[in-house]
């Protein structure tokens, strides 16, 4: 008789180690899932080193697969990078995705305007120039920020509403849990942080997905990882930042 | 005996009729597979009706599966949205998708940077107000464009010429042809199109993927594509916009 040993697969994040953005789309799914994984730039940053330094050399690195940008997911020898196409992986491999073909495409299609709701939330305080400050480009986010609030995050939140209704109310995608239900959380967290104000008027008709958000935040392993130093506080340096100048809808 | 008769499946394309937009990356791989398909609004348009009509009754529509932007794909009864959804699903379907799973991440990936691309051209001209004209936030999309050209674009192009490298220069993912050749082929010529010099200054290493753009261009279908009035011409409503004042390195 042979006793076998199975290796688990290691799974490796390599993500920005000081603020949540994209890279807690994905956090989000490990913890939920229980999977044990390293957060590597956040270990190096913990030890004393530079953990930025982490995600620059990934990207830097010029190998057969190159990458643009993080986060990276990387299982073993695998290498996974766009958030969507991460959470598509992690979703398949772990119970959080759907099986019915005309499902999955449903949750990819979710997953996808998620990401887009967040490059627009990005460009709220950015929507000149990604590599410079925020001070440096103040007036035009004022101006970005009164269109996307008062534009742009109703009809996204109605839409996710829609989506919700459509599925019978408990789940975004189907009667199961999948990494959407997960995202829309984050998404509903962030942007209440970042927009009170705007947030209140464009979620006031949004009823189910406040109930979603509600239950979701009480799943034992989430709930648990919340409350711990596991979770990076929102901040200023994220995706979702609290600029009291910018949670207006009107100039 | 009985004769079997299989009905192939109706492929409808909805899409905004006039502008290439993110249609356009649909429409190309339609057009390569040699797909009869309908493009819905533009053959309402021709027939003297309205064919954005046909577009915001479909997103307006209140089904199972609420809709929040074209282009979407049918395919019978399944519908497909979301520009890198509908390419995996025609990928798949269509011998344009990679089986290896790290290949078939890797298309992923890249057709998601691809997209994320495309919405910074997007972003040029509409850097403030997604529903307001171009004309009246020309100063920040000024600003924004020099940004885009001189600091972005150039990682970009850099970016997807690493990607067809590390695969061996002749397609960008494998050894065979995907969507995401027939995606990079068309925001090459979208971004030669809006930015000549800018596009320009920022290809002018990137010998490998302008070698790629002329043997795609090449295909026998989407040539015969191409010189066919199926094709929109480039113009001034799409995402590609060649407006000269924002096609400049400095300001």
């Known amino acids: 008789m042979f006793s076998v040993f199975v290796v688990p697969a290691r799974y490796q994040l390599i993500y920005w180690p000081t603020l949540q953005g994209r890279g807690e789309f994905v956090r989000l799914v490990l913890e939920d899932v229980g999977l044990p994984y390293d957060d590597l730039a956040r270990q190096a940053e913990s030890n004393g080193a530079g953990g930025a330094v982490v995600v620059e050399r990934m990207l830097s690195h010029k190998t057969q697969h190159p990458l643009f940008a993080p986060p990276i997911l990387k299982i ?21 995705w759907p099986i019915e073909e005309a499902l999955c495409l449903l949750a990819m299609q979710v997953q996808l305007t998620i990401a887009d709701l967040v490059t627009e939330v990005h460009d709220t305080h950015h929507p000149i120039a990604l590599g410079h400050h925020y001070e440096d480009q103040m007036q035009a986010a ?10 742009r995050l109703p009809l996204f939140l109605q839409h996710l509403e829609d989506i919700l209704s459509a599925s019978g109310g408990v789940y975004m995608i189907g009667k199961t849990i999948t990494t959407v239900d ?10 209440e942080y970042a927009f009170p104000k705007g947030f209140a008027y464009a979620s006031h008709r949004t009823t189910k997905l406040h109930a979603l958000r509600d239950r979701i935040r009480q799943r034992p392993r989430l709930a648990a990882y919340l409350a711990s130093n596991r979770r990076i506080p929102f901040n200023e340096q994220g995706i979702f930042r609290r600029y009291p100048e910018l949670d207006r809808l009107t100039e």
């Open 182 to 191: 997960l995202s829309t959380f984050q998404v509903l967290e962030g942007l």
């Open 142 to 151: 004022c101006k970005r920020s009164v269109q996307f609030l008062s534009a």
């Open 76 to 96: 073993d020898e695998l290498v996974i990078a766009q958030t969507p196409n991460i959470l598509w992986w992690l979703g398949r491999n772990h119970n959080l």
